[in-house]
């Protein structure tokens, strides 16, 4: 692992955190929390890529990638909060 490809994944994770959490929530995590979740999502993004059999190259597909993986990542990470809110009783 070098600094550059180090660098690289910690700037695309934060592009494809705050994309995501702007399509999710409408605003961003901060610049660390959307640098979790754009790593999160590069690798379930890569993951979901490879098993559908789809690829491609470049900057903007790496992005859009980690993009839609962080978006799955968000939404099952608010169904689980959401489920584990406590309800008021009826």
């Known amino acids: 692992m070098t600094v550059t490809w180090l660098i690289s994944w910690l ?4 592009i494809a ?5 702007e399509v999710t929530k409408g605003s961003g995590f901060g610049l660390g929390g959307n640098i979790i ?6 690798v379930v993004g890569g993951w979901m890529a490879n098993t559908l059999g789809i690829g491609g190259g470049g900057l903007v ?3 859009l990638i980690a993009m839609v993986g962080a978006i799955v990542v968000l939404t099952i990470f608010g169904l689980i ?9 009826v």
């Open 61 to 63: 597909w790496t992005i």
């Open 81 to 89: 909060a959401q489920s584990t809110r406590p309800h008021p009783p």
């Open 17 to 21: 955190g705050w994309l995501a959490g």
């Open 37 to 42: 979740v754009g790593i999160l999502g590069a």
């Open 11 to 14: 700037i695309i994770g934060a």
